[in-house]
């Protein structure tokens, strides 16, 4: 509907984003990384770089203090929302039968960072793989909060079982290089190595190929050697974010700091040691918490896509 038009862009052209290399939270420096954190799109000037991240209106989302006996609650009901000290997001509409993102089983590579939709949803990412927190499948189980999971395979490989347990909840497992190589930085041997050993890694763990890729801290997404690469691979389409979960609130690309219906919002396994001392349960939480202030559902990012054809 005309009122979700906006002027930003789905598909990026080559070299109509740049993306400072730190422009993510992919690095182990936990929330310091947001202090850098800047994309700069190709109309103007850097948005979001505030170094301040902390929102003061944030509620604390503490531990659960049970674990419950028999079993968890029901799926999306009030009590496993509030076992994680939440208000329920809004349950996400049917997944669309005309899929907004149709992707093609040969050729050039879309890159995206949201998807066209007037759906009041946006689609949450998490990517990397060292937090291994057991609580953290608790917690999806509970609330079934879809993610779609971008792996390097060199981070999750001492315990490629932890996702197969977020797998076997409906969550889909993608490509995120074999060791976090900044592509623009290796030469198109090296990135063609870093996507196809981790898609083929990855397609054997998890039993499925990997249908989406996004390079480490969205560098070098729009150049024509990372889309030849990722060709190469099996992966058919770089898929970059519009928000980055860091602690306790998300870096906005947008200068409102308002979520949009389709936003593809970025968060990253990760633990207190990286998180200033809060867990993977409490940053989800204050995620979901940001996400429901907004009014908007979390929706599974693969029910918006068309995969190719077999
Ligand atoms: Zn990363």
């Not at 954190?37 to 049970?66: E, I, K, Q, Y």
């Not at 990760?270 to 001392?277: E, I, Q, T």
Request: hydrophobic content about 40%; aromatic content about 6%.
């Amino acid at each position: 509907m005309n009122r979700h038009v906006r002027s930003r862009t789905t598909v990026y052209a080559a070299g109509a984003l740049a993306l400072l290399a730190a422009a993510t939270g992919c690095t182990s420096d936990g929330g310091s990384g947001a202090a850098s954190a800047a994309l700069v799109p190709a109309s103007g000037s850097p948005v979001g770089g505030s170094p301040t991240t902390a929102a003061p209106s944030r509620s604390a989302v503490p531990s659960p203090t049970a674990s419950p006996t028999g079993g968890g609650p029901a799926a999306g009901d009030a009590a496993a929302w509030a076992k994680w000290h939440l208000t329920p997001l809004p349950p996400a509409p049917p997944a669309p039968a005309d899929k907004p993102v149709k992707l093609a089983r040969t050729g050039p590579v879309p890159v995206f960072s949201e998807v066209k939709t007037s759906d009041k949803v946006v689609f949450v990412t998490i990517d990397d793989g060292a937090e291994k927190d057991p609580k953290f499948v608790e917690m999806l189980t509970d609330l079934k909060v879809p993610v779609s999971m971008f792996l390097t395979r060199d981070i999750v490989k001492d315990d490629y079982g932890y996702f197969k347990r977020l797998q076997a909840l409906g969550n889909h497992i993608h490509n995120h290089t074999v060791d976090h190589a900044q592509m623009s930085k290796v030469p198109p041997e090296k990135q063609k190595s870093e996507i196809c050993d981790a898609q083929a890694a990855l397609t054997q763990q998890y039993a499925t190929p990997p249908l989406l890729f996004r390079p480490p801290y969205g560098d070098g997404a729009g150049t024509p050697a990372l889309n030849t690469a990722v060709q190469q691979c099996g992966p058919r389409a770089v898929v970059l974010w519009r928000e980055s979960m860091q602690i306790h609130d998300m870096q906005y690309q947008a200068a409102d700091k308002k979520l949009r219906a389709g936003d593809i919002v970025l968060a990253h396994f990760r633990g207190p040691k990286d998180l200033k001392g809060e867990t993977m349960t409490q940053m989800f939480g204050e995620l979901l918490a940001r996400i429901q202030e907004q009014g908007f559902a979390v929706a599974r990012l693969e029910d918006y896509i068309e995969a190719p054809a077999a």
